[in-house]
């Protein structure tokens, strides 16, 4: 996970670059939320999808994986949910580190209403991302908002999953890097540690047996970063071959590529303990060839 910052008005632009009028309907259907001349939360948000994709790389901004540009592959995400609120029970995997959950002890909570046209509650995210796992929860420490209009005003809610979107949130990679294949939290303590172990159970960043295709695909990548490295930094590389290693380099570590938290945070430590990136990779190769999930 890494940040796409754009503006609102940048969003805002694409928007309206591909559906001149939604912003004006979706205000629209807002007020009549607001004044109940509206009840039911009508679908228009897939309109925007176009521009999200655009703006997104595309690529799930929750895990990464490259979308295909088929309907069927993606959908636009409420990230703050628009009915209800479900209750998400602590994984036994996150037991001992101090989460805490603000939510009815039975039940669900109203959703947040007023931020169903709201473009800035919105990803375009992968279809196991968000109907498998994402449903109807949002996890809080806080108190929820559900009368919210606007996502600035959930500031406070303290949302245990980061929002990688924009630049209203936690910047996502000074929150969660990897080692090799595995994510993990950046930080050792504290509230920010507790959102980055939460976002990587919740989305099964690491989980081999629910996001097998996914984490091969991680591989793949990294075994294609390692090699442009090494060609790069050979002793035995021609001017032209090292000029083409960094291209490769570059391409793959460009925001809108696939997976690039997981490469960065190889490339740095490729730079720092090189020995150590060198034996990472042949744990991955290994992994890679048993052709094994």
């Given amino acids: 996970m890494i940040r796409c910052a754009f503006t609102t008005v940048q969003l805002h632009t694409e928007i309206d670059a591909v559906s001149p009028t939604w ?4 205000l629209r259907r807002t007020e009549a939320l607001k004044n109940g001349t ?22 799930c901004p929750f895990c990464e994986k490259w979308l295909e540009d088929q309907a069927i592959e993606q959908d636009v995400e409420h990230f703050r949910p628009k ?8 994984p036994s995997a996150l037991s001992g580190h101090g989460i805490t959950l603000s939510q009815p002890a039975t039940g669900s909570e109203p959703g947040y209403r007023l ?20 449903r109807d929860y949002f996890p809080i420490g806080g108190v929820r908002n559900s009368a919210a209009d606007n996502v600035g005003s959930c500031r406070d809610e303290k949302a245990y999953l980061i929002f990688p979107l924009g630049t209203r949130d936690d910047d996502p990679e000074k929150l969660i ?14 509230f920010k540690r507790k959102r980055a172990l939460v976002t990587i159970d919740f989305f099964k960043l690491d989980d ?4 097998k295709g996914l984490i091969r695909e991680r591989a793949s990548k990294l075994e294609h970063l390692y090699f442009a490295l090494k060609e790069r930094d050979s002793p035995n590389s021609t001017q032209m071959e090292v000029n083409q290693a960094q291209q490769a380099i570059t391409n793959l570590t460009k925001p809108t590529a696939s997976h690039v938290n997981c490469l960065r945070s190889f490339q740095r430590l490729w730079e720092m303990r090189n020995a150590e990136a060198r034996q990472l990779y042949e744990a991955i190769a290994a992994y890679l060839s048993s052709g094994s999930d």
């Fill in 23 to 26: 912003r004006v309907r979706a």
């Fill in 38 to 59: 509206q009840r039911r939360i009508t679908s228009m948000w897939s309109e925007t999808k176009p521009a999200f994709m655009k703006l997104q790389g595309p690529k």
């Fill in 83 to 90: 009915n209800n609120v479900k209750r998400w029970r602590v």
């Fill in 115 to 134: 931020l169903a046209y709201h473009p800035e509650n919105y990803a375009a995210a992968c279809k196991t991302c968000n109907s498998v796992l994402k």
């Fill in 177 to 190: 890097e990897f080692h090799g294949l595995s994510p993990q939290p950046t930080k050792s303590r504290g």
């Fill in 208 to 211: 081999l047996d629910q996001r």
